[in-house]
């Protein structure tokens, strides 16, 4: 397998984008990065799309085509490919262009996640959004996909003694982050109260320990790693990808307070990198809900099973913390345009690799990692970078 | 929501609580498949279709504030993952209890319920939800008797 | 041969709204009307709940309570002025539900409050005939009495189901009779939601003169008089009718407060005869002898006269809650929320 790096990122805001339309937000994330990358679009030898709903949210399929024709490359016919994994939909996007570079298949990919959810109304974007779960057997009997986060949450608190307070404080610690990122949907801060007071979605998460729905886009561009430094001074090396699947239904899951494809994912990503826990600097971990980033950090191994909690009331995975994660502002506070999400996280990576995360920069950051999740946990997918 | 097809196809689970046991590995599962999820292919031929008693215990619950429309009626209500007695876990309401009454290893038994409607006009779907029970021959819990 | 009950079940949702909570919202004195009427409260269907899920659950304790294989049910008949569906019938469910599919035959049954007792007789000719095993007749309703009406301080839901066959029978049917006429007294048209009534017409030409034709009638085929019967139960739309009609005819307080559940209930039309009968059979022994008139407005009566069987004594009767328990851990409501329980107010969105 050939080395791979990113020489390009681009993205939008992200939040609710009313004058800009599907296709005004893929492209303007994929022209960014493709201008970041100092290429041509003759250069472009494939696209990958990363996205989960077009059809019900603006009811187009055929998202792989409809980007490159609205990119300009249909002239060029390049191969264009819509990647679809629910919440995971982006990060499997970047796994898909990495196999096509690092096969040797295409030197010079473009990936990008894109997800227009404003266009519908709050019922209907729900609705679409619990497909990513069990239609069948979870939501026709009553489960909303935050339901099934909340059955883990009152797990969670019953077999670890995490608390209410510590689900709040990872929302606290991502909006203080998502205050120093020009690009988040919510740039202010808010205090544990804020989160405590909030309407109640589904016991005992809160609204403020939901993501929001958002409009966005984000995009990197790849190629060899031997041929990088024709286009960029920084080339971030991927240097590990996992990706691993589970049961679709929560009920199905050994332990429904672990996200086993988490694990696993993350060991194939390590695996392949050759580097451990220890070794990442910085992290972008799936927070759709703040149950779902206590379960990433304990997963993914920064700390043990149970921990994850009282680690981010202590305020370990803060910027200054031990391990910084969602220095963006996570999907809490930077947004969630669904597809793009997994995209948006290489992109927070690749600026604090570069050294380039201006007032959110972790000192020395080195190795990166990004965690996407489908679902309940269903699909996930680890990527991890470096400073090549 | 579902379509009429496609919710008919299900019934017998929906009814009546229908799983299988794979009899190559002796294990009870819901709902039904076309092979075991351990066994593979070694449980072709060997499938056996089982009806779950219809008792369990909450293994965990939650409230739900912001629902579905086919569900707004009945909000705010509740979901849990019922722990079946034969081992498979569902997922479905609780109903006919105060939320106070719903913890953590309540026992339960299953009733038909009406789950949607396709709309005033359209088809309704019925199947299982939960009901707590105080004892194990499922009597309802008498938190007041009126004579 | 002889032709009976092999099992019953019953069910009523756990909800509650007293007179005096609905004639607040009305303007109306509602501890006068619950005097009345002799109803404290009636029953409320969840709104998830409807005649279907109501004749599931009294099939499902009706079978718990026996040794009778489903599959050996030739019939399921549903009675009910409130089926979910005008087209599509209720007893398919319900025929699912229990597993008595696909080697049977099933139909609804509609007439006012006594649609499930002619599913009794019904059953009761497919059994003696030899054309069934075991028939399944429920009467069951979740019916609406319109805002502000006096219907609504009684309307209720709530139904029961019987298992007819001629083995093991804890009580057999030994006479039917029935009284019918055109008689307009109270009616619902089709897309209508509430039903409408002729007022004091429902009384004396409907109600009474029915339900004393049709016990009259019965007592001739017998050649038995009240005194013979250990329990009696009447159509109970509310608690004074059954009262007065059961005095007329001869009956005591005594054999009729045992089936008189209107009180705790309220009226479940197709379900009122039905749930009587089973508070009755919850509680009566071998030889007891039970005398039952229904009465469906439009109009007619169906009447039987009962007789429990030793084999009561080996019924597994604990298996299923008795009318009783179904009358503990009640929720009561307020009207608000009552209302949108019967969808007479509707989210805005719809």
């Known amino acids: ?240 990808s996992g990706q691993a699947s589970d049961t679709l239904a929560l009920h199905h899951r050994k332990d429904i307070c672990t996200m086993e494809a988490t694990k696993v994912a993350a060991r194939r990503a390590f695996d392949m990198a050759k580097l451990t826990t220890k070794d990442v600097d910085v992290a972008e971990v799936h927070d759709n809900f703040t149950i779902s980033e206590i379960l990433a950090i304990e997963d993914l191994g920064f700390f043990k099973k149970g921990e994850g909690g009282r680690a981010t009331e202590a305020g370990l995975t803060s910027l200054e913390g031990e391990i910084a994660v969602n220095t963006s502002g996570g999907l809490k506070a930077r947004g969630d345009p669904i597809g793009a999400t997994g995209l948006a996280q290489a992109v927070e990576i690749v600026a604090q690799l570069r050294g380039k995360a201006g007032k959110r920069q972790v000192k020395d950051a080195a190795v990166g990692l990004a965690h996407n999740v489908g679902g309940t946990g269903a699909t996930v997918v680890v990527h991890l970078f470096r400073r090549a | 929501m579902a379509t009429a097809p496609r919710f008919w196809r299900e019934y017998p689970s929906r009814y009546n609580l229908v799983g299988f046991k794979c009899n190559n590995c002796g294990k009870t599962y819901f709902p039904p498949r076309a092979i075991c999820p351990v066994c593979h292919r070694k449980s072709v031929g060997k499938i056996e279709e089982v009806k779950l008693k219809g008792t369990g215990k909450v293994y965990s619950v939650t409230e739900v504030h912001d629902t579905l429309d086919e569900l707004a009626m009945m909000k705010p209500y509740l979901v849990a993952i019922v722990e079946m007695d034969e081992g498979p876990k569902l997922t479905g309401q609780v109903i006919d209890c105060e939320p106070c009454d719903v913890a953590i290893g309540t026992p339960v038994r299953v009733a038909l319920r009406k789950l949607s409607e396709e709309g005033s006009a359209g088809v309704i779907h019925y199947g299982y939800k939960f009901v707590p029970v105080k004892d194990s021959t499922g009597g309802s819990v008498n938190i007041r008797v009126m004579t | 041969m002889k032709v009976g009950i092999v099992s019953y079940g019953a069910y009523v949702p756990r909800y509650r709204i007293t007179p005096e909570e609905i004639g607040k919202v009305w303007g109306v004195d509602g501890k006068a009307m619950s005097k009345g009427l002799m109803i404290n409260c009636k029953s409320v269907p969840a709104p998830d709940e409807d005649t279907i899920t109501i004749a599931v659950e009294a099939a499902r304790n009706m079978m718990k309570r026996c040794e009778v294989s489903p599959k050996d049910i030739g019939a399921i008949y549903v009675g009910s002025e409130s089926h979910p569906y005008a087209v599509k019938p209720s007893g398919t469910i319900v025929a699912e539900a229990i597993e008595a599919s696909p080697h049977l035959t099933v139909a609804d049954f509609e007439f006012a409050c006594k649609a499930g007792t002619a599913a009794i007789q019904t059953c009761m000719g497919m059994v003696g005939s030899g054309m069934v095993k075991y028939g399944v007749a429920i009467g069951a309703d979740t019916s609406q009495g319109a805002p502000g009406d006096a219907l609504e301080f009684s309307a209720s839901a709530g139904g029961a189901a019987f298992l007819i066959g001629s083995e093991k029978t804890i009580a057999t049917i030994d006479h039917t009779y029935s009284y019918t006429t055109d008689t307009p007294d109270f009616w619902r048209r089709e897309g209508e939601m509430y039903p409408r009534h002729g007022g004091r017409f429902t009384g004396e030409p409907a109600y009474f003169k029915h339900v004393t034709s049709g016990a009259k009638g019965l007592m001739a085929k017998t050649g038995l008089k009240a005194g013979d019967y250990t329990y009696a139960v009447f159509h109970q739309p509310n608690g004074k009718f059954p009262t007065r009609v059961a005095k007329q005819l001869g009956f005591t307080d005594e054999q009729v407060k045992t089936g008189l559940i209107a009180p705790m209930i309220g009226n479940t039309y197709s379900g009122a005869v039905p749930l009587g009968l089973a508070a009755i059979l919850d509680e009566a022994k071998p030889g007891d002898k039970i005398f039952a008139v229904a009465y469906g407005s439009g109009a007619g009566s169906d009447a039987f006269d009962i007789t429990v069987t030793n084999d009561m004594d080996g019924f597994q009767r604990q298996k299923a809650p008795t009318v009783k328990e179904l009358n503990s851990n009640l929720k009561f409501l307020d009207y608000a929320t009552y209302a949108k329980y019967r969808g007479k107010i509707h989210l805005g969105s719809e």
Request: hydrophobic share 45%; charged share 20%.
């Open chain 1, 1 to 240: 397998m050939r080395r791979v790096a990113i020489i390009g990122i681009g993205d939008t805001e992200f939040g609710e984008l009313w004058d800009l339309s599907f296709r005004d937000i893929g492209i303007q994330a994929g022209l960014a990065a493709v201008a970041d990358a100092n290429i041509t679009a003759d250069q472009i030898d494939a696209l990958y799309v990363g996205n989960m709903g077009a059809g019900r949210f603006i009811e187009q399929e055929h998202i792989g085509a409809l980007i490159a024709d609205y990119a300009g490359l249909a002239r060029d016919h390049i191969p264009a490919t819509r990647v679809e994994a629910a919440g995971a939909s982006g990060g499997l996007a970047l796994r898909q262009g990495f196999q096509a570079v690092a096969s040797g298949l295409h030197d010079i990919v473009v990936v990008g996640g894109a997800e227009k959810m404003m266009d519908v109304s709050d019922v209907e974007s729900a609705m679409i959004q619990s497909s990513a779960a069990d239609q069948e057997w979870e939501t026709i009997l009553g489960a909303t996909f935050p339901a099934l986060h909340a059955l883990i949450a009152r797990r969670h608190m019953h077999e670890h003694g995490t608390t209410r307070e510590q689900l709040a404080d990872v929302a606290v610690k991502n909006h203080k982050n998502g205050s120093l990122n020009p690009k988040a949907q919510f740039q202010r801060e808010i205090k544990r109260e804020t989160v405590l007071a909030s309407p109640m979605v589904s016991s005992p998460l809160r609204m403020f320990d939901c993501a929001p729905s958002s409009d966005g886009a984000a995009a990197v561009v790849l190629c060899p790693l031997d041929m990088a430094k024709k286009f960029t001074e920084v080339p971030i090396e991927i240097i590990g």
